[in-house]
């Protein structure tokens, strides 16, 4: 739903940030998700490090499934979110319909009764003149 001058409204902008938002997260989910993949190969391949360096990348592991998780998280919030907006949005614009519809009504009751008023009008005159 656009206002007359094709200025987005407010839930138009705010749908449109939280699908730039979801994208953007999504970019993000699929870089974790190769870095996490890489770091896996990686540790799979050390096997003959020391225990020190394995606890490190075992916790980089961690944070980086952790980091996916939210990730996920958060897109799957956006989504639904956005699906809300929609349905909102979907909700106004039947209401503005039938608001339009409505309106419409109206002003073609309005006309008949402005015409009917010229025409009693006209025929009043023709009377007055008549009575002169």
């Known amino acids: 739903m656009s206002k007359g001058g ?6 138009e902008r705010e749908l449109l940030k939280i699908r ?5 997260k999504a970019a993000e ?3 974790m998700e190769k870095m996490l993949q890489q770091t896996k190969d990686l540790l799979d391949k050390k096997t003959d ?6 606890g490190y990348q075992e916790n980089m592991v961690e944070d980086l499934e952790e980091k996916v998780r939210i990730s996920r998280r958060y897109r799957r919030n956006s989504l639904h979110h956005t699906q809300m907006l929609e349905s ?17 009504e109206l002003r073609n009751v309005l006309r008949r009764s402005q015409q009917k008023a010229e025409e009693r009008k006209a025929t009043m005159e023709k009377l007055a003149e008549g009575l002169r």
């Open 20 to 24: 730039r938002d979801s994208d953007t």
């Open 6 to 11: 094709g200025e987005p409204t407010q839930r």
């Open 88 to 104: 909102q949005m979907k909700t106004v614009k039947g209401e503005l319909v039938g608001t339009l519809d409505h309106l419409q």
């Open 29 to 31: 989910l699929v870089k």
């Open 49 to 54: 490090s020391g225990s020190e360096s394995m």
